[in-house]
Every structure is written in C-alpha cells, then in structure tokens.
C-alpha cells in the first residue's frame, strides 16, 4: 500500500509539472509568433546592411519581450532565405526554463522548452488600394535583372496600334472618367485587383487628375520629417504605410488592345512629377496587406515584383 501510494503520489507530481510546462510553451508559441510577424514586416533586409540587420532583430526582441519572455538575443533571431541579396525570412526561437516543483523529487529541477515560428516574404497576387497606373511585365523585368530600380520614370508609354494608351487603366471598368481616376491616384482603387484579372485601357493620358492625385500623396508623408522641413520617405528610408508609396499593377497586353491582364503587383514611391504627366520615383521591394500564393520570393515564374505579404511558415 505504502509503496504504491509513492508510486502514484510521483506520477500525479509529474503530470502537475508537464501540464505547467504544457502551458508555458503555449505562451512561448504566442510570444514567438507574435515576434516574427511584427518584426518581419521590415524585410526584405540586404545581407549586408548591419543597421537594417540590428534593427529587425531587435525589433523580434522587442516584441518577445512584449509578450513576456525579456531574455532573447540576437542568436534567437535568424534571418535566411536570401534572394537577390536580401533575406526574405525571419526565425525566432524562444527558449525557457520551466522550474519543476514536484519532479524535483527524481532530481529534475528545471525543464528545458523550446519554441521557434517563421515567418517569410510571399509575392502578392490580390490586394486593395491599387493605383490605376502601370507598366508592363517585360519593362519591369528588365529593370529587375539590369537592376535598374530607383530615381525612374514610371512610363507613360504608348503601345503598339494604339495612340491613345499612356499606361492609364480604368480599374473598375466603367469609364468614370477624370474625377474617379483622380481618387483612385490619391487613395488608391477600394476594390480587389487579383493576378489574372482583365483592365480596360483608359485612353487619354489623364494628366490633370494624376498631377493632382500624386500631389496629395506626396505631401501627406508624415515620416522622417517631412513636414518640418526633412525630406520625407525615401528608397533608402521609408515607412511601407507611407501615402508617397502606391500600388501599380504590373500588366500584360490583351489579345484587343483595348485591355491589360495583370501580372503582379509592384510597389512605387513617389519622388517627383512633371505638369506633363512624368512620374518618377523607385520601385520597393515591400511588406504590403494582400494575399498571396505562398510561394517563396524569387519562385516559380510569376508574380513577384517586390510587393509581398508576411506568412507564417511553421
Ligand atoms: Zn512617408
């Protein structure tokens, strides 16, 4: 009897103590999660850019310490999946001991527990907020592998057979005209724009509506100064919610000539316009809200133009 008694007291300590170190790796999970999806909304981040580096991994600390758990270091943070020389991925490991109350009977006075989350950049293929300006796929591409990206013209370029196509598109199809393109420009498209979808060209280059839409938009950055006198959101400085920075379809041509079949999407921030309808500025490559495929940047053949959205992988 005595000795069974011992028996069972030591199995019932020890399930008391797995359950506490049950509920302590949830909280460590959470605080993971929580680390990898609030930092990783900086990458991508160039592999050499220790600045950048620093700030993103004490940015996953900052946020595991938020949620509880104050002693991870720059090892418990790991960035990989490089593409094109920027890491496109964020790991955390969130390590704890968890203090034994009844095991301490059997010698065991700590339990060790790890928890880790992923989390990683996957091009964009339907999102909101769309700007009814783009560009090809083929010009975009060979900016991309000439990497020829910043301090651009984003084209109004004329197509073959057409005259009257200056890379302006009628996003919901119902030739609203000057007024609609205007907020579309200044606050981008409320609809959903999905990879695949068919546009109407918008003839006409829609200079008026445009130069006043980016006006609004360039002048409501409200980061790194910008309104004191500083110079704003730049391609080497800027905050991915930033009204300078907008949506572009990344198109291809339709069979008709009179429609555009999008391809992807791509990031832009403004830098400067012209009264004659030249946008220039440079592409991003960014963390934006939309939904994705779940491929990996840089995989497969579609749709990745520097436009991602931030999953948990693991
Ligand atoms: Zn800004």
């Known amino acids: 009897m005595a000795v069974s008694m011992v028996f069972i007291m030591g199995m019932l300590a020890l399930v008391i103590d797995l359950g506490l170190a049950f509920l302590s790796t949830g909280e460590q999970q959470k605080a993971a999660d929580a680390a990898v999806y609030s930092s990783g909304r900086l990458l991508p981040v160039p592999i050499g850019n220790t600045a950048k580096v620093n700030q993103i991994k004490n940015s996953a600390i900052n946020y595991a310490s938020l949620n509880g758990f104050e002693?991870?270091?720059?090892?418990?943070?790991?960035?990989?999946?490089?593409?094109?020389?920027?890491?496109?991925?964020?790991?955390v490991i969130v390590d704890n001991s968890v203090p034994m109350y009844f095991a301490k009977i059997f010698g065991i006075d700590y339990l060790d527990l790890s928890r880790s989350a992923v989390a990683k950049l996957s091009p964009i293929n339907r999102t909101t907020g769309v700007v009814p300006i783009g560009l090809t796929k083929e010009e975009?591409?060979?900016?991309?592998?000439?990497?020829?990206?910043?301090?651009?013209?984003?084209?109004?370029?004329?197509?073959?057979?057409?005259?009257?196509?200056?890379?302006?598109?009628?996003?919901?199809?119902?030739?609203?005209?000057?007024?609609?393109?205007?907020?579309?420009i200044s606050q981008g498209y409320a609809g959903e724009i999905s990879v695949g979808d068919i546009l109407l060209e918008e003839s006409g280059n829609m200079v008026g509506p445009t130069y006043?839409?980016?006006?609004?938009?360039?002048?409501?950055?409200?980061?790194?100064?910008?309104?004191?006198?500083?110079?704003?959101?730049?391609?080497?400085?800027?905050?991915?919610?930033?009204?300078?920075?907008?949506?572009?379809?990344?198109?291809?041509?339709?069979?008709?000539?009179?429609?555009?079949?999008?391809?992807?999407?791509?990031?832009?921030?403004?830098?400067?316009?012209?009264?004659?309808?030249?946008?220039?500025?440079?592409?991003l490559?960014?963390?934006?809200?939309?939904?994705?495929?779940?491929?990996?940047?840089?995989?497969g053949t579609e749709g990745d133009f520097g436009l991602y959205n931030l999953i948990l992988s693991e």
């Open 140 to 184: 975009i591409e060979s900016r991309i592998a000439n990497n020829n990206l910043t301090h651009v013209t984003l084209k109004y370029g004329v197509h073959g057979g057409s005259t009257s196509f200056f890379g302006a598109l009628d996003l919901d199809g119902q030739g609203g005209g000057a007024s609609d393109y205007r907020i579309w």
């Open 285 to 299: 490559n960014m963390v934006s809200n939309g939904a994705s495929s779940g491929n990996n940047v840089g995989e």
């Open 71 to 91: 002693d991870l270091t720059q090892d418990d943070v790991i960035l990989g999946k490089v593409r094109n020389g920027q890491y496109t991925e964020i790991k």
């Open 212 to 283: 006043q839409g980016f006006d609004e938009r360039y002048n409501a950055c409200t980061h790194f100064g910008a309104q004191v006198g500083g110079s704003g959101c730049t391609a080497e400085d800027f905050e991915p919610s930033c009204p300078r920075i907008v949506k572009v379809p990344v198109y291809s041509f339709g069979t008709d000539k009179k429609t555009v079949v999008v391809e992807g999407f791509a990031a832009f921030l403004l830098e400067n316009q012209t009264n004659d309808g030249y946008i220039t500025g440079s592409f």
